[in-house]
């Protein structure tokens, strides 16, 4: 029993090991609130690294968004998809999931939702502090992504969030976000954000960062410091790469 105890334990650390290794200074960028108008998204596409792009349901520009976002082979679309927040002065958009929506409502919200968003490859939440604590509409968002071979990435708005939980009933992969880069929006907080990005992703191998499209300081923030990073040691990646 000693020597299976020992085993185990060596065969864990050396499994801990190996996942450090393979998460070395890994960046995965998240830009939040695409759709509106195309040339916000543009100044984050012209940045040379891979990136996610959470694209919002019919919006006036949603679908020129997708079709531009496309045409990047690092870049790549998830959802965005709306749900309510505790602040009820927050209006979430169409194609909201609230939290008096039913459960049997939920499949084909999402599916509307993503026929609007074409080529997303997963889903994370837009606001969502009040939704994402309800344990049996989370269970139908995870089950409809999991269904559907869609990945989903909490943005953890809120502090209960009930996806983690949820997730590993489901047997369902769960990566949620690390730092919001430009809840203030200033230069200075944006960049000192940034810097805090860079030192999780040296400390713990990776970091998911969101950003918001609309930013100007967030894309500045990127495209000033993506080469010295790069020289560094450090490297971008889509969303997916991290759920594969």
Known sequence: ??????????????????????????????????????????QFLDIPVPMTIAVLPHLKETREVCAEISRYEDKEIILH????????????GRGAIYN????????????????????AVGVNNHMGSRVTENRVLMSEVLRCCKGNGLFFLDSKTAYNS??????HQEHMHMEE???FLDIEHDRKTIRKMWGSSVGHAKEHGYVIVIGHIWSKE???????????????????????????
Do not use: W
């Open 81 to 92: 998809q709306p749900m309510e927040a505790y602040d009820k002065e927050k209006n979430p």
């Open 177 to 179: 976000r690390h730092v």
């Open 100 to 119: 008096t929506s039913r459960p049997e409502e939920v499949s084909a919200i999402l599916r509307s939702n993503l026929s609007s968003v074409q080529g």
């Open 162 to 167: 009930q996806v983690p939980r949820i997730a």
């Open 218 to 244: 967030s894309a500045a923030a990127i495209r000033d410091s993506y080469e010295t990073l790069q020289n560094q040691g450090y490297t971008f990646h889509k969303l997916s790469e991290l759920y594969e």
């Open 1 to 42: 029993m000693r020597i299976l105890r020992l085993s185990l334990f060596l065969f864990s650390f050396l499994c801990g090991i190996a996942t450090a290794t393979e998460r070395h200074k890994q960046i995965y960028l998240v830009i939040d609130d695409a759709g509106l108008v195309l040339h916000e998204t543009k």
